[in-house]
């Protein structure tokens, strides 16, 4: 199983600061970076989590997550048209898709992925989505869909949110804003961790 508290960051610094406070599974979702700058994070990123047994999950970039020996790499549905899955898996890394229709899942499934991400839950500030959100209901319903791995929740989380999807049966709930934005970062992933884990 995969950890409830899943936190999705802009750059390696947050990684530092998240998984030394207990963060287990934390994603580094880069844009617009040199290769040697994205290399140099993952890498810090990777020794970071490896320090404190917990999982990095990189976003996107599968080729430098296979050259620095990581463990997890996670695509979106564009990621996985140009993605050499094959290479993915020969390396050993385990793979996270993201959805958000049926037929988005159904090509998802056809990587066999070692979790399924669905979202947005909630509307999202973060990006423009061209999906309504999801909704609590359609967690029970993807559950059912996706055997048994683990399902990841995002988009528009809050604790409270976050809370109510484990209960609707999720295994995780990905958040961006709720940390990255908030006046003290570090108290409220402690806050995150303690209730979500007590859920789960």
């Not at 207990?22 to 979702?29: E, I, P, T």
């Not at 048209?81 to 996270?96: Q, T, Y």
């Not at 003290?184 to 884990?197: F, G, L, N, V, Y």
């Amino acid at each position: 199983m995969i950890d409830p508290f899943y936190p999705v960051v802009p750059d390696s610094t947050w990684v530092a600061r998240l998984v030394p406070a207990g963060a287990k599974f934390v994603q580094l979702r880069i844009k617009d970076k040199s290769d040697a700058e994205l290399q140099r994070q993952v890498r810090e990123a990777r020794d970071v989590c490896a320090k404190h047994g917990a999982d990095l999950i990189v976003n996107d970039y599968w080729q430098i997550a296979i050259d620095e020996k990581c463990t997890w790499v996670h695509l979106g549905q564009e990621d996985l048209v140009d993605a050499d899955v094959k290479a993915i898996k020969r390396a050993g890394l385990k793979l996270g898709v993201s959805t958000h229709d049926h037929a988005e899942l159904e090509k998802g499934l056809g990587v066999d992925p070692d979790y399924v991400a669905l979202g947005p839950i909630w509307p999202t500030a973060l990006k423009k989505m061209p999906f309504e959100p999801q909704g609590l209901e359609r967690i029970g319903e993807w559950k059912k869909l996706i055997g048994g791995r683990p399902l990841v929740a995002i988009g528009g989380l809050t604790l409270d949110r976050a809370l109510q999807c484990l209960k609707a049966g999720a295994d995780s709930a990905a958040v961006v804003g709720d940390i990255v934005n908030n006046p003290d970062p570090i108290k409220q992933a402690t806050a995150w961790i303690a209730a979500t884990r007590v859920h789960a």
